[in-house]
């Protein structure tokens, strides 16, 4: 039986969970290798250390199902763990729907967003290995909040290197970057190799995602060991740090008396899907459940639903990892959809091979009609969403809508994992009649993707 009257289904502090949950352990699909950006070999954890510090290292290539959230974590997870769920009521009836909408707010967070789940213990684990500062990037800006928050609580120093555009179009994010004493620069900079090479061709390079790792990752690789570098999504031990969403939403969905029929997420480099859908999955995998799990993402940068599944870098300048990962070429430069965060090339390589073998569904939205989701939403729940959100929104209405079409009652589950209120900007240009849809970039794509390494997998593989 559901609980009719309940809105809000609000754990205690005791219940945020004690352990992260790590999806390594019960791949149904055998793990693909991780190779060095030069030799093309396996990385070892020697190459990765001069970035990460061991521990991180270590969660990133565990088997271990269930990995200890240490007591520093939670005490600072306290401060807005658990996070509600809450019934879009109002949204089910505007839609005359007989679905239950459910939504996990992570912009309950003081960062606005789910990324401060992963910013805190990769702070943590790094105050712990005696880092004195990291480097990292952000688009949006929605990382470099939460990295500077945390890097904040554990007295590290942080240098973000911010794509221009977004420096330029959003410089309330910058400030509140620089209230929690971060350095914010505007890439491509003249601080590092890549950059002055980028600015020599063309002074006025709006940036990407992409540049702005590569300057992140060279700005620490050359530091001589003085700071090390913080990614906020798209590898293994980020995901699993999300896992607090899912984890918690599972006792929740428990206390709604419900259980999804389908669980949804925006995805980018895939942190907040993988940290709401991988606990489901789990059940899936061990418990027989059969919730259909829903990737979405911008029709303007489609890498699941569109890219190819091959090994490429990580970045734009390729010294990340190469790994295989539905991609649309690390080259490729997407368009400037306000999604900021949703603006890379390639994805989660766990999530990808998932997607490759039927474990979870993808599909791409476009921009305007995520907008028109993302204000209905506003004026049904009084949450205006952060744009990357409102692709998961998008989905869930269309999901609702069709449920409503053969007269289902379907359970949808999805996170809000940011609100939107630094994003006022596009919504005036939304409002204004201002934006646009973007065709599938296909030339830029091919082109991007002609330029993949060319990797030897038989070789590959056996590690040499
Ligand atoms: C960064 C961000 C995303 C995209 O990143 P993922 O790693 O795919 O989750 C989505 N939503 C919000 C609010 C973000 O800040």
């Given at each position: 039986m559901s609980n009719e009257n309940q809105t809000k289904f609000l754990l205690n502090e005791s219940d945020i969970p004690r352990q992260w949950y790590n999806i390594n352990a019960d791949m149904p699909v055998p793990p693909q290798p991780v190779l060095h950006p030069g030799t093309q070999e396996p990385v070892t954890p020697d190459f990765l250390s001069v970035l990460f510090p061991m521990d991180l290292i270590m969660q990133e290539v565990s088997a271990e199902a269930q990995i200890d959230i240490p007591e520093e974590v939670r005490d600072i997870y306290k401060?807005?763990?658990p996070t509600p769920l809450i019934r879009a009521r109002r949204l089910e009836q505007a839609l005359g729907t007989p679905a239950h909408i459910y939504y996990k707010y992570e912009g309950a967070s003081p960062a606005g967003s789910h990324k401060l789940n992963t910013a805190i213990p990769q702070a943590f684990f790094n105050k712990a290995a005696g880092t004195k500062a990291l480097t990292t990037e952000t688009g949006a800006g929605q990382w470099g909040s939460a990295l500077s928050m945390a890097c904040n609580f554990f007295d590290l120093a942080l240098e973000v290197y911010m794509v221009k555009v977004s420096y330029q179009q959003k410089p309330y994010r910058r400030v509140l970057m620089e209230t929690f004493g971060a350095e914010v620069f505007a890439s491509p900079?003249?601080?590092t190799e890549y950059g002055r090479a980028l600015l020599a061709q063309?002074?006025?390079?709006?940036?990407?995602l992409g540049i702005a790792i590569s300057e992140a990752v060279e700005a620490a690789a050359t530091s001589n060991g003085a700071k090390k570098y913080s990614l906020g999504s798209v590898l293994g031990h980020v995901l699993m740090h999300q896992s607090v969403i899912g984890e918690e939403a599972l006792k929740q969905m428990d206390m709604a008396g419900e259980y999804p029929d389908v669980v949804i997420g925006c995805v980018g480099g895939g942190s907040n899907f993988a940290g709401i859908a991988y606990p489901f999955l789990r059940q899936n995998l061990r418990d027989g459940q059969r919730t259909r799990l829903l990737a979405v993402e911008p029709a303007a940068t489609p890498s699941l639903t569109k890219g190819i599944y091959a090994f490429d870098y990580g970045d734009t300048a390729r010294m990340a990892p190469i790994v295989k990962m539905h991609t649309l070429g690390h080259s490729f430069m997407p368009a400037p959809i306000h999604a900021g965060g949703l603006r890379y090339h390639g994805m989660a390589p766990s999530i990808c091979a998932l997607y490759d073998a039927g474990y979870i569904e993808a599909k791409a939205v476009p921009q305007i009609g995520t907008f028109e989701a993302a204000v209905q939403f506003a004026r049904s729940e009084g949450i205006v969403p952060a744009p990357e959100s409102a692709h998961a929104i998008r989905a869930a209405i269309d999901e609702a809508l069709e449920a409503k079409a053969t007269g289902e009652k379907r359970v949808i589950l999805f996170n809000l994992?940011?609100?939107?209120n630094f994003d006022l900007a596009a919504y005036e240009q939304y409002l204004q009649g201002g934006l646009q849809d973007y065709d599938y970039p296909a030339e830029a794509v091919a082109a991007a993707q002609a330029d993949l390494p060319r990797v030897n997998l038989a070789e590959a593989a056996i590690g040499k």
């Open positions: 401060l807005y763990r900079t003249d601080r063309d002074a006025e390079n709006p940036g990407s994992s940011g609100h939107g």
